[in-house]
């Protein structure tokens, strides 16, 4: 326990950090190590090259774009604490807390996890995802398999499929009522420290 | 219960004339006689024509208990009084027919039972159907006790466990929602392994416990094995009674999942603790040795893993093989049905778990089998999978009901039994809520309280149990009476009370049900976005988690498996392309299947055409397919209707004059003309898509999109033209499948090979759609396929000028044979043909048309997807708009399978000739085609009719229908 508090003890604002992402003390431990393996040269914040030391990102279809989502527009770097944060969108929900209606929307809440997905899609940051926007990920994610004609047509009745309001784009609301089935808990959450 | 009643009456019937017959007019011979009284005087005097060893051995030995009871009846061989008073002009010839004949009038009984049984909604929504089977079941067992004062049938482990368990089984395996399965597979092991291995010994335990406190009477015998192996067979929850009454549930998948895996998996543990303790019965307890209990252990791994391995290679087998039935498509389900028969019948054979074995071959294999197979086979598959296992089910709870009727099996014991009763469902319960607590430090969404409510609740026993312990042997274990009595109890009560009171549980705890909807392709999109997000995620944080190894699975799966197992043209398409395509399919089905016209769900883009509700409709109407079988039908007559022609060696003459043939017009033609009298109806509505379509096309050009596609919204009006619609999707089967092929491979899959390209072609055939014409172009197409294209054309061409002797085309289609009678085509139906002679003139009138976008002829609609398709193939192809196969082709044969390359390449050229087609730019047109269609063109144009016409036939439009006309133009 002596090295774990001595690790957290190198991490400022370690009780917010708590309180905002909801991980553990292990669990912040944990990713700090992590922190610092990626964080080449101990600069104390990641660059995207660091991310690229990541070796299957390079086989993930969107890992640029997830890569992305971890800088913040126009930035070029990301500090531990952020880096906990945008990883806290995928913690399981709590199994036992009571909600405070007062609270705000905790960071790894379902609409947190389909808003970082909807960003994922929408790279210009317009509320929408647009045809075009659709058919980038479905390009990267097909990889070579189909044609564009395909992916074209796939775009368009994804569009179609969604689009209630008719004007040929996913707007975050129609993006949530078109995964409303989905067991978004499920999907989007991974076991940190396990 | 009143339908049951006279359902009883039939069924009495049927069950004395069938086999109290035999049973000798000494049993009562009243009650039989009112059922089947010329049976009886036809049978001669000697009565029992039937030897009681045949019906013994018979294999399937329904009436196990005959033989007991006709010691008398062996005196007369059956022969001699067949055969013996001179000629007869009806012969009573039971014994020949006897054994498959009982067979299939129980399976009668089974399946009227359940019609009645439907025929009352209130009743089946409040009782399941498992109870009203089982109340069936005992109801005749009484009749048959009755009557014969012995019971005659029961269900037979041998019966259970080599027929009816493996279908059940079987279908479990093969459609297990297998993300779901592994997603809860760590959940699912604890419950199956842990669980069952609690619940066993803590039963068995505490009933040994019970019977030396004397609440269990001294009558039942046994010492501690003897009840630890009632323990261990009561105790597994059964995939049979889980899967009747949880499918009437529906509660939310993962807590069926759970609950319905366990009930699978859990076999290895029971068989192995089953034979276990036999073994250990029969050597005594005192002679069993600390090795034996290791030898336990390592007999539990090895039935475990060797079962799940054998099913597993039975898988890759499976999926290997289903790689080369591309030419015998008609067996393709058989395949599947025997490899997974067999991965069953060999783990029996090596006595590891055949169930595991199953469910994992069904679950490993289905992924590439779908694949591989047709669209068709897929259908086949699946349909006769759920009507074996459905009838399996029924049959299997009759029986229970039937077996329990028999006094010989009545040894009861009160304190066995509600002990046992109370014990397994409190150590359920205990055993649920100690691996949950467990369980749900690991699981990321939580099993809530109301979960293990209903996973307590749904711990069904059922014929599983039963079998094994009327497996027991007598004389080794003493009190096998009382168990046999007391399983029967435990099934009963499981099954009936708690299978009965289960829905309002879930109804009063408001357990979230299940959606029952299938995925819509954004969340086939977004799903596998998130698993891509998740995996990055995982990685980034350092996690070797779920998503990690599921990643590392997927490029494993991607890399080496599907390669090997699945057909290379099946292989280079996208998976979510194939998911795309499917939901496609799902849609157009249930659209047709109701009547209307799919207008919708094919590819739909154009924004203007864009509308809410009919794309509600038909996203909706995806659930409405789920059990609907008339697309089936329709598939299966074709099937075999056609299988004649399937002979694969036909010569290049016979296809070419079978292509001209326009057999299916022909065919269709008394079903088309019967809604000739809609025709009012109809013209009204195929204006309206025609300008639609009109106004779509036009829209289109003018925007840079190079593709045409019109959405339409579903004509609910349309249900007179039912038939009008089958008739066209068949027509258009041909080119429609044509040009998918060429809309997805040419760029996909760089082809290296005629041959593969042809396997391509081939497979796309099968595999696009719902086509209607199964056997017919693969006929065609498979032997045309080998030789390289430019040989074919050659050889159409001379074929072609050879004066054809008056074809059926001919005959039929007036049109063809001279050019007299035309006008007949050039009227109201898109579908025709424009003679060569029209050509012009069809031409300009259509260009005039399409300048004026207000056609005074409407389209008729064509299968959307059809249309879409064609549309995107036009639009690729070189708009091969001006072949036109929108409306000439259907006219023609959908068998049509000449070579697309040539036709594209002929449809191209005549494309680029007018200007309004060509203005849509083809984004990848097909190399070769057009090469080839180059130099070809010429000929093909003006002296060769059938090669012209095939080009009509195959190409279609860019834009749709209406212009399909405009292509005509030729």
Known sequence: MGSSNSTLSKIPNLGRLIEETGFTPAHIKRLYKRFQALDKGNKGYLSPQDFGSVKELATNPIGDRIIGAFFSQGQETVDFHSFVRILAHFRPLDKNRAKRPDSPEPINSRISKLRFAFQLYDQDNDGKISRDELLQVLRTMLEMQVTEEQLESIADRTIQEADLDGDNAISFDEFRKSLEKVNIEHKMSSRFLH | ?970
């Open chain 2, 1 to 970: 219960m009143l339908f049951v009643t006279p359902l009883l009456l039939v069924t009495a019937v049927g069950v004395a004339a069938a086999d109290l017959y035999g049973t000798e007019a000494s049993v009562r011979p009243e009650t039989a006689v009112s059922a089947a009284p010329p049976a009886t005087l036809s049978a001669s005097p000697a009565a029992s024509p039937y030897p009681p060893e045949e019906y013994a051995e018979a294999g399937i030995a329904l009436a196990r208990s005959a033989d007991a009871h006709d010691p008398v009846e062996t005196t007369d061989s059956g022969d001699a009084s067949h055969h013996g008073g001179g000629y007869k002009i009806v012969q009573w010839e039971w014994s020949y027919v006897q054994t498959p004949y009982i067979i299939a009038i129980w399976i009668l009984v089974a399946s009227v039972a359940k019609i009645l049984f439907h025929f009352s909604q209130r009743v089946t929504t409040v009782v399941p159907e498992s109870c009203l089977l089982i109340l069936l079941g005992l109801v005749l067992g009484g009749v048959v006790l009755i009557a014969s004062k012995k019971q005659l049938y029961q269900l037979e482990p041998g019966l259970f466990f080599l027929f009816l368990l493996p279908t059940i089984v079987g279908d479990a395996g093969y459609f297990m929602p297998s993300r779901l399965f592994f997603d809860n597979l760590g959940t699912i092991l604890v419950y199956a392994v842990v669980g069952t291995l609690w619940n066993a010994f803590c039963t068995g335990f505490s009933l040994y416990g019970m019977k030396l406190a004397g609440i269990i009477d001294e009558k039942v015998e046994g010492g501690m094995m003897e009840f630890l192996l009632f323990g261990a067979l009561i105790s597994a929850v059964d995939p049979v009674a889980v899967l009747a009454v949880f499918e009437e549930v529906h509660v939310n998948e993962t807590l069926f999942i759970i609950v319905f895996g366990e009930s699978l998996l859990n076999d290895a543990v029971t068989v192995v603790l089953y034979k276990v303790f036999i073994s250990f019965v029969e050597v005594g307890p005192g002679n069993v040795q600390t090795a034996d209990y290791f030898k336990g252990v390592a007999s539990f791994l090895i039935v475990n893993v060797g079962g799940t391995l054998v099913g597993l290679i039975f898988a890759v087998l499976l999926a290997f093989v289903t790689r080369f039935t591309k030419r015998v498509r008609i067996i393709e389900p058989l395949f599947i049905f025997l490899l997974v028969y067999l991965a069953y019948l060999t783990a029996e054979l090596f006595s590891l778990s055949a169930i595991l074995s199953m469910t994992f071959c069904g679950i490993g294999c289905n992924k590439y089998v779908e694949a591989n197979i047709s669209q068709k086979s897929r259908t086949t598959v699946k349909y006769t999978m759920k009507t074996l296992a459905s009838i399996a089910e029924t049959i299997i709870f009759i029986f229970l009901g039937i077996s329990a009727v028999d006094k010989s099996k009545w040894a009861w014991d009160t304190g066995l039994v509600s002990c046992t009763l109370i014990f397994i469902f409190v150590f359920r319960a205990l055993g649920v809520i100690g691996q949950t607590w467990v369980l749900n430090w690991f699981r990321l969404v939580p099993l809530d309280k109301l979960d293990q409510v209903v996973m307590s609740y749904g711990g069904l026993r059922g014929a599983v149990a039963f079998a094994l312990v009327v497996l027991l042997d007598g004389h080794k274990v003493k009190a096998k009476d009382y168990f046999v009595a007391t399983t029967i109890v435990v099934i009963f009560f499981t099954v009936m009370f708690q299978g009965l009171t289960i829905k309002p549980l879930v109804k009063w705890l408001k357990v979230p049900r299940s959606t029952n909807s299938k995925p819509t392709i954004n969340e086939e999109i977004h799903e596998r976005a998130f698993d891509h997000i998740l995996a990055a995620v995982e990685d980034i944080a350092g996690l070797n988690g779920y998503h990690h190894w599921r990643d590392k699975w997927e490029q494993f799966d991607k890399n080496y498996l599907s390669k090997l197992l699945m057909r290379k043209s099946v292989y280079h398409k996208g998976e979510l392309w194939e998911v795309y395509q499917k939901i496609n399919i799902r849609d157009a089905i249930s659209v047709i299947d109701q009547g209307g016209n799919v207008l919708s769900s094919a590819r739909l883009s154009l924004p203007s055409m864009a509308s809410r509700t009919s794309f509600s409709e038909v996203t909706n109407v995806t659930n409405y397919l789920r059990e609907n079988g008339s697309g089936v039908c329709l598939d299966l007559q074709v099937i075999d209707t056609v299988s004649g022609g399937k002979v694969e060696e036909e010569t290049e003459t016979h296809h070419l004059l079978t292509g001209n043939l326009y057999k299916p017009r022909r065919r269709y033609h008394a079903h088309y003309s019967r809604h000739f009298m809609t025709v009012g109806d109809k013209e009204r509505q195929d204006r309206e898509v025609f300008q639609r379509n009109m106004r779509s096309r036009l829209e289109s050009f003018k925007s840079t999109r190079h593709k045409a596609k019109g959405r339409h919204k579903k004509e609910r009006s349309q249900k007179k033209r039912k038939g009008s619609d089958a008739k066209e999707q068949e027509v258009n089967g041909k080119p429609r499948r044509n040009v998918s092929w060429q809309d997805t491979d040419p760029v996909t899959a760089p082809v290296d090979s005629p041959e593969e390209r042809s396997e391509e072609e081939a497979d796309k055939d099968e595999d696009v759609g719902i086509t209607f014409v199964a056997r017919k172009h693969e006929t065609l197409k498979e032997p045309l396929k080998e030789r390289p294209k430019s040989d074919m054309l050659e050889v159409y061409q001379s074929l072609a000028v050879i004066p054809p002797s008056p074809t059926c085309a001919e005959k039929h289609l007036p049109w063809k044979g001279g050019g007299g009678t035309l006008p007949v085509c050039v009227s109201m139906e898109t579908t025709k043909i424009i003679p060569i002679d029209l050509q012009q003139a069809w031409n300009q009138s259509i260009s005039s048309l399409e300048s004026l976008a207000s056609p005074p002829v409407q389209a008729e609609p064509q299968h959307p997807r059809v249309r879409a398709l064609s549309r995107a193939e036009a639009a690729r192809g070189g708009n091969s708009g001006g072949s036109d196969s929108g409306g000439s082709g259907p006219a023609q044969d959908p068998r049509f399978h000449f070579p697309n390359e040539e036709e594209n390449g002929q449809s191209l050229q005549q494309q680029e000739s007018q200007p309004l087609m060509s203005s849509m730019k083809p984004p990848a047109p097909p190399q070769v085609s057009s090469t080839q269609g180059m130099g070809r063109r010429p000929p093909t144009f003006n002296r060769n009719p059938c090669v012209y016409l095939r080009s009509l036939v195959s190409a279609s439009p860019p834009g749709s229908e209406p212009r399909s006309r405009g292509p005509t133009q030729l």
